[in-house]
Structure formats: C-alpha cells, structure tokens
C-alpha cells in the first residue's frame, strides 16, 4: 500500500515535532500553508500552538473555507490542543472573533487547565492504542465539556487529575487529543490517525 501523503497545518506551533514522528511510521508528510497545498494531501494534522493567532493565520491565508470543504468530504484530520479546538463545533472562553473549522460535535473549554505554568504530564488509557496507558503532557491544554451522539469518547483524565475529564475524541475520521502526543516519544497516537488516513481504522 502506497503511504498517505500527511500534511501539518504550518500557520503556527510544533509542526516539525509532528512531521519526525510521522516520517518515522514510514507516512509521507508535508508543510500545508496554502489552499493549493492542502490539495496535495490524504489527511492533516493541525498542531497544538495558540488557537486564536491560529485561527486568525488560516482566515488571512485563505485556508478556513478549503479545510471546512476537505473535513466535509471526508479527509481525515488529528487535531492536538490547538488542533481539538480547531476541529469544535463549539468553543468556550474562546475570544469574541474566535475561528475554527469545526467539524467535531463537541463543546471545548479553551485553556482549560491553567497557565502555562500549570503545565503537566498524566499517563492517560486511550482507546484503539493498546493496553499500556499514554504519558501525555498537557500545555495550556482544553478540555471537552460535551460531546455529540456521533463522537466517541477515546480517553479520560484518571480521577485524581481531573473528575473523568474528556481529553480524547473521535468522529469518523477526525481525532482530537487535549494533549501534545508528538512530544513524548510515544508514537501510538500517530500510529492511530496513520491507520485511519489508510482506511484501515
């Protein structure tokens, strides 16, 4: 089977982190800053980084419409901490001209967690990863407030770092985490978003 072609969204944040972990599961990965690039793609990543310069960076580059017309067709897309905000129906604490894609049924809870000096790292057990928990590091991460009948919830907080709090989500083959998997070595969630980009997740 031919490698999908991945592109992450570089308007802003850790694109090249996603881009390494990626390249090493054997995907063909590329910069998406252009329509014309988005184009060239089978599926995306949007990063973590900030989500209003984010979203503010996609208007001016032309890009909101072309992702909202891919995600509507059906392009897989992983979006991580800015990227789950990114990819909500519904953003809260977000700011007045707040833009995103949209294409998840979920309510997000910008900077939910805190400052960034509230940063942390929790090991979290995601669904479709494997048995072995996720070491997942949070920076002024979101979290999910609700979620539609049409999205699966992947993962939780464990109850001593929040009370069942949704970090983790999936609605055919758009994925969402609250955290930043590229950061930790683990490559289990790339793994996942590779295999639903083949169509075989």
């Given at each position: 089977?031919t490698?999908p072609?991945?592109?992450?969204?570089?308007l802003?944040?850790?694109?090249?982190?996603?881009?390494?972990?990626?390249?090493?599961?054997?995907?063909?990965?590329?910069?998406?800053?252009?329509?014309?690039?988005?184009?060239?793609?089978?599926?995306?990543?949007?990063?973590?980084?900030?989500?209003?310069?984010?979203?503010?960076l996609?208007?001016?580059?032309?890009?909101v419409?072309?992702l909202?017309?891919?995600?509507?067709?059906?392009?897989?897309?992983?979006?991580t901490?800015?990227g789950m905000?990114?990819?909500?129906?519904?953003?809260?604490?977000?700011?007045?001209?707040?833009?995103?894609?949209?294409?998840i049924?979920?309510?997000?809870?910008?900077?939910?967690?805190?400052?960034?000096s509230?940063?942390f790292?929790?090991?979290?057990?995601?669904?479709?990863?494997?048995?072995?928990?996720?070491?997942?590091?949070?920076?002024?991460?979101?979290?999910v407030?609700?979620v539609?009948?049409?999205?699966t919830?992947l993962?939780?907080?464990?109850?001593?770092?929040?009370?069942?709090r949704?970090?983790?989500v999936?609605?055919?083959g758009l994925?969402?985490t609250?955290?930043?998997p590229?950061?930790?070595?683990?490559?289990?969630?790339?793994?996942?978003?590779?295999?639903?980009?083949?169509?075989?997740s």
């Amino acid at each position: 089977m031919t490698p999908p072609t991945i592109g992450v969204l570089a308007l802003q944040g850790d694109t090249a982190e996603h881009r390494d972990v990626l390249d090493g599961l054997g995907a063909r990965t590329a910069k998406v800053l252009a329509p014309e690039h988005l184009e060239a793609v089978d599926a995306l990543v949007v990063p973590g980084g900030e989500s209003t310069t984010m979203g503010k960076l996609a208007v001016r580059y032309g890009l909101v419409e072309p992702l909202r017309a891919r995600i509507a067709a059906g392009m897989p897309v992983l979006g991580t901490c800015a990227g789950m905000i990114m990819l909500s129906d519904r953003v809260l604490g977000g700011a007045a001209d707040q833009t995103t894609v949209g294409g998840i049924d979920m309510t997000v809870r910008r900077n939910a967690f805190g400052r960034q000096s509230d940063s942390f790292e929790t090991a979290v057990r995601l669904d479709g990863i494997g048995e072995d928990p996720f070491d997942a590091v949070f920076i002024r991460a979101p979290w999910v407030e609700s979620v539609g009948t049409a999205v699966t919830v992947l993962g939780r907080l464990p109850a001593e770092e929040g009370p069942g709090r949704i970090v983790a989500v999936r609605q055919g083959g758009l994925m969402a985490t609250s955290f930043h998997p590229e950061l930790t070595g683990d490559a289990r969630v790339h793994r996942l978003f590779v295999d639903i980009a083949k169509g075989l997740s």
